[in-house]
C-alpha cells in the first residue's frame, strides 16, 4: 500500500471515530433511534421489504410520540435507499431518529458511513441509542507487524494487519537430517548439531529480510515460540539490522497454532509500542515549547501558522473537535470567522465591534488542516488521550499545537 493510499485510510478511520463520537451522545426519549447495516452485495430490494415489516409492526406501539418518531425515521430510511441499486462495495451504516433535546417536538436526521473496509452484518436495530459497535472495528488504525513463530525445529513468518494474519513461510530445521545412526563420535555428532542449527537460524533469518524489508508501513516484528530457542536465535543477529525487534511472546507452538496464539497476545506489546512512540512526539513538542522556539500551540495560533506553511509537525489530540464559523454582525454589517473549540456550536457568536453575529456557515477545522498539511507537506500526529503524555497534552495545551519549521 502506497503513502497517499495509507493517510486515505488513517483519515477515513478518523472520520468514522468523530461520527461515532457525535451519534453516540444522540438520546432518544423512547426506543426511536434506528440504526441498519447493510453490508456489500446485500439485496436492497431485501433490506427494504424487511423495513416495511418493521413499519407495519411500529404501527402498534402504544406512545403516540415514539410511534410517530419511528414511523418517520423508516420512511426516511426506506426513501434514503431508492437512491441505491445496490449497496456501496463495502456496505454501509444508516442511522435515522429524533434528535430534538426538547419534549414533544421531532427533528427526525439521517446519518449514514461509508466505511472503508467491508461491513460483515446486516442488521436492524430499533433503540433509544444507536447501535455503533459493528463500526469500532474501523476505528483502529490498520498498521502492520511482522510475526516469527520459532522453536528448534520449525519456524512460521507471518503478517498482522489488524486483526487479520497472513501467513507467508514455513522452514523445517534440517538439524537431525545432518546425523547418521551409529559411528559418530559424541564430539562429531555435536558439531554436526550446531552446524545444522546454524544453517537453520540462517535460513530464518534469510526469510524474515525477504518478507518483511518489502512491506510497506511496517511497524516491527514480534518473536513467539516455546522454551529459549527465541532468545538464542534474536541474541545472534541473523536478520537484517533494519528489521525492528519490538518484543517477545511465548507460546506452546512454532507452526500455524503459534501464530494464532500470538495474535491473541500481542496486544500489549502494540499499545506499548504505539504509546512509547506517541511520547516521543509529544516530548519534542514539550522540549521546543519549553525553550520558546519553534514551537507553538492555541487553536488560532496553529491555524494561522498552518494556513502560513510554517508547520513541520501537527499535533491534534483526538478528543477535541474544531469548528470554523462564518458570522454576520447586524450592528457593524461585519462579515467574520470565528474557530470554536468542542461539540457546543453556537448560532451566535460575539463580535468585535460589541454587538452579537449570527452563524451563517459551519465547517470542520480539522479536516480543513488535514488538507493544508497535505498541501504544504506538513505530518499530522493525532494524539490519544490515553497516555500521560496524551492527556497532558490535551489539558494544557487544549489538544492541538504544532513543531515549526521557522
Known amino acids: 500500500m502506497g503513502g497517499k493510499e495509507d493517510a486515505a485510510l488513517e483519515k477515513s478511520r478518523r472520520e468514522i471515530k468523530r461520527h461515532i463520537a457525535e451519534l453516540s451522545k444522540i438520546r432518544g426519549s423512547g426506543t426511536e433511534l434506528i440504526s441498519v447495516y447493510i453490508p456489500p452485495k446485500y439485496p436492497i430490494g431485501d433490506i427494504s421489504a424487511k423495513l416495511r415489516a418493521e413499519y407495519s409492526q411500529a404501527s402498534n406501539i402504544k406512545s403516540k410520540q415514539t ?30 431518529g429524533n434528535v430534538s433535546k426538547n419534549p414533544g417536538e421531532s427533528d427526525i436526521k439521517t446519518y449514514y458511513i461509508i466505511p472503508p473496509d467491508p461491513i460483515n452484518v446486516q442488521l436492524y436495530r430499533c433503540d433509544s441509542v444507536f447501535y455503533l459497535e459493528p463500526l469500532l472495528v474501523f476505528t483502529k488504525p490498520k498498521e502492520v507487524y511482522g510475526l516469527l513463530a520459532i522453536d528448534g525445529s520449525d519456524a512460521t513468518i507471518a503478517l498482522l494487519e489488524g486483526k487479520n494474519y497472513r501467513i507467508l513461510r514455513r522452514i523445517e530445521s534440517q538439524a537431525a537430517s545432518k546425523t547418521t545412526k551409529g559411528g559418530q563420535s559424541a564430539m562429531r555428532y555435536q558439531r554436526l548439531v550446531e552446524h545444522g542449527k546454524e544453517d537453520y537460524y540462517k535460513k530464518v533469518g534469510e526469510a524474515m529480510d525477504q518478507v518483511f524489508l518489502g512491506v510497506p508501513n511496517l511497524k516491527g516484528v514480534i518473536v513467539g515460540g516455546p522454551g529459549p530457542i527465541k532468545e538464542y536465535f534474536l541474541e545472534g543477529g541473523y536478520f537484517n539490522y533494519q528489521i525492528k525487534v519490538l518484543g517477545k511472546v511465548d507460546t506452546g507452538y512454532a507452526d500455524d497454532y503459534g501464530i494464532q496464539e500470538m495474535v491473541g497476545k500481542v496486544d500489549e506489546i502494540i499499545q506499548e509500542h504505539e504509546a512509547a512512540r506517541e511520547r516521543k512526539i509529544v516530548s519534542q513538542f514539550l522540549e521546543k515549547v ?11 495560533e496553529v491555524y494561522a501558522a498552518m494556513q502560513e506553511g510554517r508547520v513541520g509537525t501537527l499535533l491534534i489530540s483526538e478528543e477535541i ?53 497535505e498541501s504544504t507537506g506538513a505530518t499530522i500526529e493525532f494524539i490519544s488521550a490515553d497516555t500521560h503524555e496524551g492527556a497532558q497534552f490535551l489539558r494544557g495545551f487544549l489538544g492541538i499545537g504544532a513543531i515549526l519549521r521557522y
Open 67 to 96: 410511534r410517530n418518531n419511528v414511523l418517520g425515521a423508516l420512511e426516511r430510511i426506506l426513501n434514503f435507499l431508492k437512491h441505491f441499486n445496490e449497496p456501496p462495495p463495502t456496505g454501509i451504516a444508516i442511522f435515522v
Open 290 to 300: 519549553s525553550k520558546g522556539t519553534l514551537a507553538t500551540y492555541g487553536v488560532n
Open 321 to 373: 473537535k474544531i469548528t470554523k464559523v462564518k458570522y454576520s454582525c447586524a450592528k457593524c454589517g461585519k462579515q467574520g470567522e470565528k474557530l470554536i473549540v468542542g461539540d457546543d456550536v453556537p448560532d451566535k457568536v460575539p463580535c468585535p465591534c460589541g454587538g452579537v453575529g449570527a452563524v451563517t456557515e459551519k465547517s470542520d477545522v480539522i479536516e480543513e488542516l488535514e488538507n493544508l498539511a
